[in-house]
């Protein structure tokens, strides 16, 4: 499709469709996915530019941008229905379903089907928010009633077309698996674990590169600010506003006497630190990422830090503060 720039309506917003636009006698293609320029003519820079900066303030809303979404949950016969539910309302607010590609990820279950639905689109954490009903008790993630599902499905369709999808961001962990043959990368939403299985873990825990101590105990945890509230929260961590870029670490069980010692304490890592453990050499150890359990005898070491440059998205189609949640889901008055 092809236009002229003074044919564009002005004081409409203007969603990028096209993929060749003439202007003055110039044809400019655009890809409007990753939003590159190619010339197909000469055309100067500064024109370009100028060009395009009064391109993007077009305020025209001549087609709609199909926001993707898709759907994960449970199982459960309930969790089924309101998926249904939920297709059928949507429908009207012209979001089309993708589960390869979506933008929005709506998890129907608890908190462990938003894990889930976290870790099969892990890959494409930059273009994907999650949103989470709970058909069980509040979840943590999944803070959306059963009974909300047709102003979920309004508010998530008004703000699609208004291009108005709020977002907040949680960090998360990385961890790096050494082996002989090479390393591993991982994510977790809420932590990773390594435990012994057949006997106590026995592993050396270094903090940027410097010996902190040897570890003897059932295992370690090491969480986001989010999964500070999980398995961390019943180890005796501290909850972490997800606004700090840190990870948790807390012992599970260790063995502290005359003859082993360790901190005793939960530690909080800034982003930039990082945390080696060595098990010792052909222990058997399980490792856990979120609710993934994994057995090994092949680690060597694993080094966890904040994630780099990698970030959990969660639309927020009303405001829920942190200490909100946290206050409804531990102390109990549910006021949603
Ligand atoms: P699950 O069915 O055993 O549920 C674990 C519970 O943790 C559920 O009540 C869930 O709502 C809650 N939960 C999960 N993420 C949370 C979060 N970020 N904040 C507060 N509560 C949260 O297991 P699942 O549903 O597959 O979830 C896996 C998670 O279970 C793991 O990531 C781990 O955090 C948690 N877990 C906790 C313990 C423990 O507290 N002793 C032990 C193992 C695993």
């Known amino acids: 499709m092809t236009d002229r720039i003074d044919k564009i309506p002005n004081g409409q917003r203007y969603i990028v469709l096209w993929d060749k636009i003439v202007y003055d006698g110039w044809e400019v293609a655009v890809s409007y996915e990753n939003l590159e320029l190619y010339l197909t003519k000469w055309f100067s820079y500064e024109n370009l530019e100028l060009y395009l900066t009064k391109w993007f303030s077009y305020e025209n809303l001549e087609e709609d941008y199909p926001l993707k979404y898709n759907v994960v949950n449970r199982g459960d016969e309930i969790s089924i229905q309101l998926m249904h ?3 059928s309302l949507i429908q009207r607010f012209g979001l089309t379903q993708d589960e ?5 990820v709506l998890s129907i279950g608890g908190d462990g089907t938003l894990l889930h639905a976290f870790h099969r689109y892990k890959e494409q954490l930059d273009h994907i928010a999650f949103v989470g009903i709970h058909t069980g008790r509040l979840g943590f993630f999944a803070d959306w009633k059963p009974d909300e599902v047709e102003l979920l499905a309004q508010l998530m369709g008004e703000s699609a077309q208004q291009d108005d999808l709020r977002v ?3 960090p998360l962990v990385e961890i790096q698996i050494t082996t002989q043959n090479g390393i591993e990368t991982e994510l977790a939403l809420n932590e990773f674990t ?6 106590t873990l026995v592993a050396e825990l270094h903090i940027n590169d ?3 101590e040897t570890f003897r105990g059932d295992g370690i945890c090491i969480s986001t600010p989010s999964g ?3 398995y961390n929260k019943s180890l005796g961590g501290a909850i972490v506003h997800p606004s700090l870029d840190a990870i948790q670490i807390a012992e599970i069980a260790s063995i502290n006497n005359r003859v082993y010692r360790t901190l005793g304490s939960p530690i909080l890592l800034p982003k930039h630190h990082h945390c080696d453990i060595y098990p010792r050499a052909s222990q058997n150890i399980i490792l856990s990422l979120d609710h993934v359990y994994m057995q090994r005898n092949d680690v060597l070491s694993i ?3 904040v994630a780099a440059g990698k970030k959990v998205k969660f639309a927020r189609f009303r405001p829920f503060p942190f200490w909100s949640r946290v206050r409804e889901a531990f102390i109990g008055y549910d006021m949603l």
Do not use: C, W
Not at 194 to 199: H, W
């Open 100 to 104: 390869e590609n979506p933008d929005i």
């Open 168 to 170: 907040v961001k949680y």
């Open 210 to 212: 410097e010996l902190l």
């Open 228 to 230: 500070s509230t999980a």
């Open 85 to 87: 539910t939920f297709h």
């Open 303 to 305: 080094r966890s830090m």
């Open 194 to 199: 390594l435990k012994g299985v057949d006997a």
